[in-house]
């Protein structure tokens, strides 16, 4: 499959013999992007240059690297080759892209493969062979007019090169900067599944066959191919994304692409959030690949607030639905909402119906879903209707935001301060002083709004008032209203204290909610980040609860019993006298009590969420005791009917033979000849044997199931423990092939354990291995691990059933019982396990089983490892 990028910049006409003075243009790139090598890049662009040549393109090979693969060495035929420059490169002959010879051919189209390659040697010669890079020699070549087709893998993109590390454990030297990558013409992924993959890999599509174990094994893991496949598509995607936008805006495109359905549903932390998320999903789920956002609009200064509790609510159903919630600062509601929809290209806006009743909306003017309808150009708006619509009209309450300290201060400053102004302004009392003293009262009246807010100031605007008209204002030392003008001085003064304290009150709101939402957003900080340190969650909740809220003690119980608290509470003790107490319901068996301390409704609100977290917490680690104390009955209910099924007929047998041959040898006393006797004897001996085996496996089963199995894990050679596997069993070098590869590293393993196990894997293989197949062990070291690779070409297992041959008391089939209980394979697990490594069953190539143990490596092999 191939997924493309398309073109960036506008296609033109080649002209190899342009006129003099006019400007050649730039050839174009085309690159095929892989995700891994062998998922056919190469291929795939010779298969191109090859229909460019049938339509009459002038194509000629640059440079191409088959690899030794045969269907790509048959692309390549019939196609010009541009002979290679010889270079020396550290006493060695090396072929490199001649890149003089290119440009002296001026093709119209040259494949160059692998663009990440680093140039050996460098002659400096006129075309500027002294580049290092091939994308360098690719720049040259697209400068001097000539279109490029060529490959390159995910893991050579320079951002990409750590993460790349991360995931195969295999750092990578030879890269090409994303700034030229980006630049390409056109990019395409060559896509293929990492069954597949691995499939062409097995069967020696990729690789010489002595090198497919070892890259089954280290990069070309399942886990490694996904991961990579899934980088190159993303990394695709987001290249698709910025093509575009760039051409969107190359052409001055401002509308929205319906590219697919995207549905913001606009929430308000109200009861109705749920009935317009499930509407929401429901709109998005009617066309395939709908995306559902939710959005919340929060004022800068935190005072537009909603239930936390909801939110949090809303947004766990949101994650449910499959969708993403987001968070948007904005003073303006509609403007927010709708700056919102069209940064993410959203096709359709839900809304709920207002909850203000008809005289609200007189009054205020249109709300904010006309608003957002008006404003919303071509995203449809659904204005959805819910319970809480339409609510009754009801007035602000008069609650200012100052403290009461600051409102004494405004008063005595009112009471203080106009006589003392009074006192400063008689002095020098005279009719052209009168719009200065009018300004001057007129300032006091500002001073004393800016302290202590509405209700002094208009204290302060009705004394000012008097004061002027009684030392001021003819005649004086009489209170009269002998101009109209004296009245609209008066309703000015009030006027002015009015809008002035108002906005210091605002203000001061402001401030206060600003500083709250920061204390609840680091509380909130505080409890994520104990739990993701690996706190309690719980404990972490309440001592962080007992922390924000100042309070003497925090006690969760559950079910009348302390689960976790905070603080000091004497057993048993009572509320004192004067001294606060709440208890927040957390579920039907828990309890969240408080003491010593005053909350107020913000801070009961912030407990709300709390209480919902602890509920959460609580219910976790319910599930999760449940699930543990279930675990083992179950594993043991399993491996208990097992056992009796197993002893009704494995350890018959050998039981029944034993007693067979003594019995025969008590009843035939001085009858039989020595021969018979012996074999007899030979038999009991055999089917004792087997039974102190097979008693000793299930002894083991039973330690590994109940987590008591010992073992000592000390450095460990792994070609020791092969050797003294191979004498147990009697193996020569006819029936195993060894290769061994783990240098001077050794394993930490426990020797006795990893020789039990190799000879349960050794004896496996070489009873399953077909007449006159050898049996491979192979040793390696990747990333920091010990592997021994044991390789049989029988039958194999069949896909899905990988695990099922771990199962204790189960054999391949189920037909064989003459083998044994079924327990080798699952007691050599275990050992792995127990020692911290993993056991795990592969295809070989070819057909057959490859069992893979893994184990930690050495200090020699973790400083040095060897892939």
């Known amino acids: 499959m191939v997924a493309s990028a398309s073109s960036r910049q506008p296609a033109a006409t080649r002209d190899p013999a342009a006129a003099p003075g006019v400007a050649r243009r730039r050839g174009r790139l085309r690159v095929l992007l892989g995700a891994a090598p062998g998922v056919g890049k190469t291929y795939t662009a010779l298969r191109e240059a090859r229909n460019l040549a049938a339509e009459g393109k002038d194509v000629v090979i640059a440079f191409v690297e088959t690899h030794g693969r045969a269907g790509t060495a048959a692309m390549a035929e019939g196609l010009e080759q541009v002979p290679r420059a010889r270079v020396e490169y550290r006493g060695s002959a090396a072929w490199e892209m001649d890149l003089d010879a290119v440009l002296a051919r001026a093709p119209e189209v040259a494949l160059v493969d692998e663009l990440a390659h680093h140039n050996h040697g460098s002659d400096g010669g006129p075309s500027g062979r002294a ?144 009935t317009l998320l ?137 009471l203080v301060g106009g006589p003392l102004l009074t006192w ?31 209700w002094p100031a208009l204290l302060a605007a009705f004394l000012s008032a008097l004061s002027l008209d009684y030392f001021f204002i003819e005649p004086i030392h009489e209170v009269t209203i002998g101009q109209p003008f004296h009245i609209l001085a008066l309703a000015l003064y009030v006027t002015i204290a009015v809008l002035v304290s108002f906005v210091v009150d605002r203000a001061e709101r402001f401030t206060r909610a600003a500083k709250r939402s920061a204390a609840e957003s680091e509380l909130v900080q505080n409890v994520a980040g104990s739990v993701l340190r690996g706190d309690d969650a719980v404990q972490a909740l309440v001592d962080r609860t007992r922390e924000a809220f100042r309070l003497d003690s925090v006690v969760l119980e559950e079910n009348g019993t302390p689960r976790a608290s905070a603080g000091e509470r004497p057993a048993g003790a009572e ?5 606060d107490e709440c208890r927040v319901p957390v579920d039907a068996g828990a309890v969240l009590e408080l003491r010593g301390g005053e909350l107020t409704a913000p801070d009961r609100r912030l407990l709300a969420v709390v209480a919902a977290q602890l509920a959460a917490a609580l219910e976790h680690q319910r599930l999760t005791a449940a699930a543990d104390e279930m675990a083992p009955i ?134 399953f291995a077909p007449a006159g197949q050898a049996v491979s062990v192979t040793t390696s070291v990747f990333g920091g691990r010990v592997e021994i690779r044991i390789i049989d070409h029988g039958p194999g297992i069949a896909r899905g059933a990988a695990e099922d041959i771990f199962v204790p008391f189960q054999r391949l089939g189920d037909t064989d019982n003459t083998t044994g209980l079924g327990l080798g394979l699952a007691l050599s697990r275990g050992f792995v396990e127990s020692m911290g490594g993993t056991l795990l069953p592969e295809d070989t190539p070819g057909g057959g089983l490859t069992m893979v143990v893994s184990l930690p490596a050495g200090a020699a092999a973790t400083k040095g490892g060897r892939g």
């Open 278 to 414: 499930r509407r929401g999903a429901r709109i998005a789920a009617r066309s395939s690949g709908g995306d559902l956002l939710a959005v919340h609009v929060t004022s800068q200064d935190g005072l537009r607030s909603a239930d936390p509790a909801a939110l949090a609510r809303q947004r766990a159903l949101v994650e449910k639905l499959g969708g993403t919630f987001h968070q948007v600062i904005g003073e303006e509601v509609p403007a927010a909402l709708v700056g919102f929809a069209k940064s993410v290209d959203a096709t359709q806006l839900v809304l709920g119906v207002s909850r203000r009743g008809r005289a609200a909306a007189a009054l205020t003017g249109p709300g904010i879903g006309a608003t957002v309808i008006r404003d919303s150009g071509d995203i449809d708006v659904h204005i959805v209707t819910h319970a809480a619509a339409g609510g009754r009209f009801s007035l602000p309450r008069l609650t200012g935001g100052l403290t009461a300290r600051r409102r004494i201060a405004g008063l005595v400053l009112a």
């Open 424 to 454: 400063l302004l008689t002095p020098v009392r005279a009719p052209e002083t009168m719009t200065s003293d009018v300004l001057a009262y007129q300032l006091l009246v500002v001073l004393v709004a800016i302290t202590g807010g509405m």
């Open 634 to 767: 179950a594993a043991s209910d399993r491996v208990r009917g097992a056992l009796l099924s197993a002893l009704s007929h494995d350890l018959r047998r050998p039981l029944a033979a034993a007693t067979a041959a003594v019995g025969g040898l008590r009843a035939t006393d001085g009858i039989l000849g020595a021969d018979d006797r012996h074999e007899l004897v030979d038999t009991a001996e055999e089917s004792l044997a087997a039974l102190s085996a097979l008693l000793t496996d299930l002894l083991d089963v039973s330690r590994i199931q109940s987590g008591a199995l010992l073992h000592t894990a000390v450095p460990t050679d792994p070609g020791d423990v092969l050797v003294a596997a191979l004498d147990e069993l009697g193996l020569g070098p006819g029936r195993v092939h060894l290769g061994i590869g783990h240098g001077d590293a050794t394993a930490v393993a426990d020797p006795v354990l990893l020789r039990r196990t190799v000879v349960n894997l050794l004896a496996n293989a070489d009873r």
């Open 131 to 274: 580049r290092e890079k091939r994308w360098q020699d690719v720049e040259a070549l697209l400068t001097a007019g000539i279109d490029v087709l060529s490959t390159v893998n995910i893991q050579h993109i320079d951002s990409l090169n750590d993460v790349v590390e991360q995931i195969t454990g295999v750092p990578q030297r030879e890269t090409v900067p994303d700034s030229f990558l980006r630049s390409a013409d056109q990019i395409e992924v060559v896509d293929l599944a990492p069954d597949a993959l691995r499939s062409r890999l097995s069967a020696g599509l990729v690789y010489p066959a002595e090198r497919i174990d070892a890259a089954l094994s280290n990069y070309f893991r399942l886990g490694n191919l996904t991961a990579l496949r899934e980088l190159a598509l993303i990394w695709l995607a987001d290249e698709v994304d910025q093509a575009l936008q760039g051409y969107r805006a190359e052409h001055g495109i401002e509308g929205r692409w319906e590219a697919r359905e995207r549905v913001v549903v606009a929430l308000t932390g109200g009861e109705e959030g749920e």
């Open 575 to 579: 509320p004192e006298a004067g001294r």
